[in-house]
């Protein structure tokens, strides 16, 4: 497929996503608090500072960061699905120093050395070409500036998601969560993060992890928040025959069961790098 059409497909996959994210707004900003917190304590904001989020989906970080630099300084919450944007735009009403946009973070439409600080939680992985956006981040940075990263560690450390690739793999529903190319745990090695902002020409990079917890009233609640997540992964469940979806539930009930608490919730670990670098 030529590299416009994956694009578009990408795209076209997180406009799908917009409404589930939606759903799944609260509990996945209570879950990944600490990483918007750490993203932008790495990026060392100051008040009255430009800020740009790439990837921000309904800008969990963004508006972290918004606080940071307050009414003095400014933010753009960014993506390339405009229903995302659509949700974005209604979060943010009323707030004038925050302007959402939508960009592709592969080409910024931005003046070069235009802003102090770019966000992005768990957005490079997913691009086709990561390090040409981390160059263009690097170019709209002015002097002094710094990026602040997320990217997921392993599926092993994430089995909120995790735990659903034996069942789903041994039914050729999902990929190999260890494929080269645009995915979800792609820079798992910490390394690859190191070696794409190098490659950008970024010095000073700082590496770590964070921990989280991700918390579920119940099994069904789980996996409703996993099929609003991936509306493609939604899409390939309901293709299958009810009989195979009763059967996949099983095996998913038996896979989650290190998780499950006496009262029938559920209670994952998750894990994610979080990396800083200057220009």
Request: proline letters at 6%; one cysteine or more.
């Amino acid at each position: 497929m030529p590299p416009q059409d994956q694009r578009a497909a990408l795209v076209k996959g997180w406009n799908q996503a917009a409404e589930g994210w939606a759903r799944q707004q609260l509990a996945f900003d209570r879950a990944a608090a600490p990483v918007a917190s750490r993203i932008v304590e790495l990026a060392r904001l100051e008040p009255g500072e430009r800020v740009l989020e790439l990837a921000s989906g309904l800008g969990d970080t963004g508006l972290v960061a918004a606080a940071k630099v307050g009414p003095s300084g400014s933010v753009v919450l960014s993506d390339a699905a405009p229903k995302m944007l659509d949700r974005l735009r209604d979060r943010v009403k009323g707030s004038d120093h925050i302007e959402v946009k939508e960009l592709f973070a592969e080409g910024l439409k931005f003046d070069t050395a235009c802003v102090d600080a770019v966000l992005c939680r768990w957005g490079y992985m997913l691009l086709l070409d990561p390090v040409s956006a981390l160059q263009e981040t690097r170019r709209v940075l002015a002097p002094g500036g710094r990026v602040s990263l997320a990217a997921w560690t392993s599926h092993e450390d994430n089995p909120w998601t995790g735990a659903t690739l034996p069942a789903l793999g041994d039914r050729g529903l999902t990929g190999d969560p260890t494929r080269p190319g645009p995915q979800m745990f792609a820079w798992a090695d910490p390394s690859l993060i190191v070696t794409a902002l190098e490659d950008a020409g970024f010095f000073d990079i700082t590496v770590e992890q964070v921990d989280m917890t991700f918390e579920y009233a119940s099994f069904d609640d789980w996996w409703d928040a996993r099929l609003d997540l991936s509306p493609d992964f939604a899409a390939r469940i309901g293709e299958i025959s009810p009989e195979e979806r009763d059967e996949l539930t099983e095996d998913l009930e038996r896979e989650v069961r290190p998780w499950l608490e006496a009262d029938g919730s559920l209670r994952f670990p998750g894990r994610t790098h979080v990396a800083a670098a200057d220009v």
